[in-house]
């Protein structure tokens, strides 16, 4: 099993940033797929990006350019710096581990980010 802990969220303005942090803990390695997923309300959950082995990044189109995801493989954390925030940016972001040694998928509880035009 895994824990993963999301942090960061919050209320901001359009144009303004924000940074989230995920920690994870457990069933968590080196080849483990560590990334960011958001569900806006009435909308389903969708991928934002994700930080694969061996250092190589992967972000959806509606946000090249402006989110950066950072991987800590020691301490097991995924960063994700959002820049030039729009309000459809607005949603619950959940971190999301895949681990392929085990073959499971772990989700964090969520943290809110809102913002508003």
């Known amino acids: 099993q895994a824990r993963l802990v999301e942090s960061g969220g919050g209320p901001v303005q359009a144009g303004g940033s924000l940074r989230l942090s995920c920690s994870g803990s457990g069933d968590i390695n080196s080849i483990s797929t560590m990334g960011w997923y958001r569900q806006a309300p009435g909308k389903q959950r969708e991928f934002v990006a994700r930080?694969?082995?061996?250092?190589?990044?992967d972000y959806a189109d509606s946000v090249k350019g402006r989110f950066t995801i950072s991987r800590d493989n020691a301490r097991n954390t995924a960063d994700l710096q959002m820049n030039s925030l729009k309000p459809e940016d607005t949603g619950v972001y959940y971190c999301h581990v895949n681990n392929p040694w085990s073959g499971r998928q772990y989700w964090g509880q969520g943290t809110q980010v809102t913002v508003s035009s």
């Open positions: 930080a694969i082995t061996g250092g190589s990044t």
